[in-house]
């Protein structure tokens, strides 16, 4: 039998003993672009060795003979056409589905001679449909997971303030209210409150922006960023949308029937050296273009400031993609890069970004179609 740690008494002040999980440490990972960021993680290691699912009365499995090491703090993304399977898999990652073989390790501890209630209690899972209790308020909601560890009261309410500001709901305003008096994208936010309620070392989202429309789905997205980079979990996200993936994950796997894997790698490698056909079909058309939304303006060979004519700018913070549209937009041929404090102190040129993406293709293995600087969707049209 395995022994599992207690849930803490009520009135312990301690965080919840991790399950599984690791202490804190900082980690360097590898993110989207060439930088190489420190991120604070908490997040657990997770192996999938030779993971099969055939579901009853089936003949065909569901998932076949699925492997993957998944490094503490990643973000991974899952990819792929409804019916191959991506739900499927993340779901015996908490064991929500029995897996017919394998074996999953977490930090490595094999989940399948784990206690799978206590499992699940320490791992945040986030779906599309929200799934908010629509008998609760949103403070209730979030609750769940720390009644059922037996918190106290005060650090209940102490814990589900600080998680309603994290995803930026303010306390005061939503705690009381019952979900459907919140929008779409807020009761989505607190679906993401409510799976880190507990804290947990691994997060499983299943296409938990999918039924939002696309400008709340694009802040969640950059909130969302905002949170993992503060929280560093170790989190496995399934989407559809080959653009979110590509936003969003630290490493990517594409996935076609039966959760087979084409390609698991990054944005950037993917964008650039599809490993075949299949991948390629998913990128479509303007995959330097969407190599340029993860590049900051930074990585550009930046000119005086004296060169940029006209007054809309970029920020230096601002991505090559950005830059690239302002450029067009404006029909300069330099415009300015500003700093923090809105001063201009460099000009981009559209030169300077094709020079990026023909210097970092050059030093990837394969070439695919990194050249074309052509946009495929009209440019912002905000004032600068
Ligand atoms: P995805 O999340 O990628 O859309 P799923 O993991 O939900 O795919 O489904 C993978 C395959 O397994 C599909 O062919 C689906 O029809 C089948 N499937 C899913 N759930 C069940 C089930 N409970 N019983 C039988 N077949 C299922
Ligand atoms: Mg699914």
């Not at 900082?26 to 908490?42: E, G, K, L, M, Q």
């Not at 055939?54 to 090491?69: D, K, L, R, W």
């Not at 720390?146 to 600080?162: D, F």
């Amino acid at each position: 039998m395995t022994n599992l740690p207690a849930s803490p008494e009520p009135g312990d002040d301690t965080r919840p003993t991790k399950l599984i999980g690791s202490s804190a440490t900082d980690a360097t990972i590898a993110t989207t672009t060439s930088i190489t960021t420190v991120r604070n993680t908490s997040g657990a290691h997770i192996q999938l060795a030779d993971v099969s699912k055939i579901y009853p009365g089936q003949s065909v499995a569901a998932v076949e003979n699925f492997s993957m090491e998944v490094n503490p703090g990643e973000l991974i993304m899952f990819v792929g056409p409804s019916g191959c399977g991506k739900t499927t898999t993340m779901k015996m990652v908490n064991r929500i589905i029995e897996p017919t073989s394998g074996s999953i390790l977490i930090d490595g501890k094999d989940v399948l001679s784990l206690d799978p209630n206590e499992l699940r209690r320490h791992i945040g899972y986030v779906i599309q449909q929200v799934g908010l209790f629509p008998h609760m308020t949103i403070a209730e909601n979030i609750a769940v997971v720390p009644k059922l560890l037996g918190w106290s009261k005060a650090k209940i309410a102490s814990r589900v303030e600080e998680l309603l500001s994290v995803v930026q709901l303010e306390p005061g305003k939503f705690a009381d209210r019952y979900p459907k008096q919140l929008s779409g994208g807020q009761q989505q936010r607190v679906g993401v409150a409510r799976a880190l309620a507990a804290d947990p070392p691994v997060m499983l989202m299943d296409e938990p922006f999918g039924a939002t429309d696309p400008i709340t789905r694009e802040k969640l997205q950059a909130e969302f960023l905002r949170l993992q980079d503060t929280i560093g979990k170790t989190i496995i996200f399934v989407t559809h949308d080959f653009d979110e993936a590509v936003r969003l994950g630290d490493r990517i796997a594409v996935l076609s029937d039966r959760s087979k894997i084409e390609q698991f790698d990054t944005p950037a490698r993917i964008l650039t050296s599809p490993a075949n056909d299949y991948v390629a079909s998913f990128i479509g058309s303007g995959a330097a273009l969407k190599r340029l939304a993860l590049i900051p303006v930074t990585e550009a060979r930046l000119g005086p400031a004296g060169a940029a004519t006209g007054h809309m700018t970029v920020p230096a913070t601002d991505t090559l993609r950005e830059a690239l549209d302002t450029l067009v937009l404006t029909g300069h041929s330099a415009i300015g890069v500003t700093d923090g404090s809105d001063r201009v102190i460099a000009s981009i040129t559209v030169e300077a970004i094709s020079a990026v993406l023909g210097a970092d293709a050059a030093t990837l293995p394969a070439t695919g179609s990194a050249t074309a600087v052509a946009p495929e969707r009209s440019p912002r049209t905000e004032e600068g």
